[in-house]
T-cell receptor, first 113, second 113 residues
Framework: NAGVTQTPKFRVLKTGQSMTLLCAQDMNHEYMYWYRQDPGMGLRLIHYSVGEGTTAKGEVPDGYNVSRLKKQNFLLGLESAAPSQTSVYFC????????????FGQGTRLTVV | KQEVTQIPAALSVPEGENLVLNCSFTDSAIYNLQWFRQDPGKGLTSLLLIQSSQREQTSGRLNASLDKSSGRSTLYIAASQPGDSATYLCAVTLNFGNEKLTFGTGTRLTIIP
């Protein structure tokens, strides 16, 4: 049972480069999320999706774009990476907006130099 | 805006002791509250979920309580073990906009053998 899988696990980017982080879930969940985790700041919501073809902004969306073309996949894009985007990125999913558990991936550690 | 606070930020206790971790939130109109565990360099693992209509949930040596009126939740760990060492995070969803989870910054727990 794979659950939530994030690709890649580690990445180093140069300032200005672009990349896409992939999140895949095999639980048929409607809701998917992208968070970033920084020391002393906890997890902050970047973008989220409540279903295939929908996306919405979270707390810290600037500099990121997302797409949910298939229900099982949620992509996070950085068009022009900045050192401030150095962080650990987590993807999560839930069945729907009811009182259901959220399940998390193992994280992607991104360093922008 | 919902704010979630976890105090203390770090806690060390000898093996075998019972302990309590605290989570407080500013908006009592929550839909549910979830406790997670995070090991260093890893993702988040769901421990317990309490719906707004519940007062507590139990799983093995863990017991989570919820007092919405005072904006507090506690996670009680009985007979602590070195394997319990990790960071513990709580997250809440609101009645309105219940698709989003808001996290506390966590308590880093160390169990001393």
């Amino acid at each position: 049972n794979a659950g939530v899988t994030q690709t890649p696990k580690f990445r180093v980017l140069k300032t200005g480069q672009s990349m896409t982080l992939l999140c895949a879930q095999d639980m048929n969940h409607e809701y998917m999320y992208w968070y970033r985790q920084d020391p002393g700041m906890g997890l902050r919501l970047i973008h989220y999706s409540v279903g295939e073809g929908t996306t919405a902004k979270g707390e810290v969306p600037d500099g990121y774009n997302v797409s949910r073309l298939k229900k099982q996949n949620f992509l996070l894009g950085l068009e022009s990476a900045a050192p401030s985007q150095t962080s650990v990125y987590f993807c999560a999913s839930r069945v729907d907006g009811g009182p259901t558990e959220a399940f998390f991936g193992q994280g992607t550690r991104l360093t922008v130099v | 805006k919902q704010e979630v606070t976890q105090i203390p930020a770090a806690l060390s206790v000898p093996e075998g002791e019972n302990l309590v971790l605290n989570c407080s939130f500013t908006d009592s109109a929550i839909y549910n509250l979830q406790w997670f565990r995070q090991d260093p360099g890893k993702g988040l693992t769901s421990l317990l979920l309490i719906q707004s209509s519940q007062r507590e949930q139990t799983s093995g040596r863990l017991n989570a309580s919820l007092d919405k009126s005072s904006g507090r939740s506690t996670l009680y760990i009985a007979a602590s073990q070195p394997g319990d060492s990790a960071t513990y995070l709580c997250a809440v969803t609101l009645n309105f906009g219940n698709e989003k989870l808001t996290f506390g910054t966590g308590t880093r727990l160390t169990i001393i053998p």
